[in-house]
């Protein structure tokens, strides 16, 4: 099979760990007799600083004639520390979601047996879990009317959503929980909220059309609880983008890195598929980023986005083996233990696949 896709590094590390998961990606083509075509294009900062704009109109284009989106992270201190900054690299990433589409953000949280006790939670809370937060991206807090009035005393941000976003976010809830154990969570704030108000009557309304599937409402508090106390009791839960956006990065911990997790976000048109961490400009060039959270995120690619369940199998079953023999970054490595490079984990897994 041959497949053309987009290459968004982005900024900071991003750069380093795609590097990274282009050479497992290009030793598993080779493996199973595919060919992928590489399409560079530039978001973020680095857009910015070339063309003015964090999301060009080439970049979108690229976009949308590739087969997927592989992307790494974007984010640079010159703006995070210049909140009055006209033009952002996060603008940037609202963009592309809303112009290729990508309503729904796909998060896995599981752990590795090898990395268990690196997790801040109890092993006994923590082992088997393996949950997945669906995310609205396009709607919501984000995306509503925002502003300053009152000489710029009073600041005001609108969450706005419709019923069909709801639905179309819920849909792919019920289906993948239909995959999965059949049970599905909707995580609100319906006590206080109308937009929770909203998701709620409206996903009540899809039960029907799926019955073999166990659905509970909770609000965003208590999930935020319970994530910490028993997260194995989840499975399949969908939400709204900011409770979507702050619980995702909570369950990551879970794992014990957040260099661990990789995502998909998808929708209308090219999936794109991302590591949840962010740019760490801190460690830009030093060759320390731990790039297995893009790999994993390859093999989501692989397997959702081309059907190739078998090559994605063979990336998670090379990740495992290095996470198994020590072959890690050093934010994952044992005290007293070597530290491999960015480069070199990289090649260890070619190697070893």
């Not at 809370?125 to 995306?143: A, K, P, S």
């Not at 990065?249 to 999936?271: F, N, R």
Request: net charge negative.
């Amino acid at each position: 099979m041959k497949f053309n896709i987009a290459l968004l590094a982005g900024d900071g590390i991003g750069p380093e760990v795609i590097n990274e998961a282009v050479k497992v990606s290009d030793a598993i083509a080779k493996k199973f007799n595919h060919e992928i075509t590489w399409t560079p294009a530039l978001t973020g900062a680095c857009a910015i600083d070339a063309v003015g704009v964090p999301y060009p109109d080439e970049t979108h284009e690229v976009c949308m004639k590739a087969d997927a989106v592989l992307f790494g992270a974007i984010g640079h201190p010159k703006y995070d520390n210049d909140p009055s900054a006209p033009v952002r690299p996060e603008q940037g990433l609202l963009l592309m979601r809303k112009k290729l589409g990508l309503f729904a953000n796909v998060r896995p949280t599981f752990t590795f047996p090898s990395l268990i006790d690196n997790s801040p939670l109890k092993r006994e809370r923590i082992e088997g879990t393996d949950l997945v937060f669906l995310r609205e991206l396009t709607g919501g807090i984000y995306f509503g009317e925002k502003g300053r009035r009152d000489g710029g005393e009073t600041a005001f941000d609108n969450c706005v959503y419709t019923r069909a976003e709801v639905q179309r976010l819920a849909k792919k809830g019920f289906e993948l929980a239909m995959t999965r154990s059949k049970k599905l969570c909707c995580v609100d704030k319906a006590n206080v909220l109308e937009t929770s108000r909203l998701w709620r009557e409206t996903v009540q309304a899809m039960e029907k059309d799926y019955p073999e599937v166990t659905v509970s409402y909770e609000f965003v508090d208590a999930v935020a609880m319970r994530l910490v106390q028993w997260p194995n009791s989840y499975d399949v839960l969908i939400t709204e983008n900011l409770f979507g956006d702050i619980l995702t990065d909570e369950a990551s911990v879970i794992s014990g890195s957040m260099g661990l997790m990789p995502s998909a976000s998808v929708g209308e048109h090219t999936s794109l598929y991302e590591p949840i961490h962010g740019s760490y400009p801190q460690a830009t060039g030093l060759n320390i980023a731990n790039p297995l959270a893009t790999i994993l995120s390859a093999a989501m690619m692989f397997e959702d986005a081309f059907g190739l369940k078998d090559e994605a199998e063979a990336i998670r079953a090379v990740v495992n083996k290095s996470l198994e023999q020590g072959v890690v970054t050093e934010d994952l490595a044992a005290k007293g233990t070597k530290a491999y490079k960015t480069s070199e984990v990289g090649d260890w897994l070619v190697e070893n696949l």
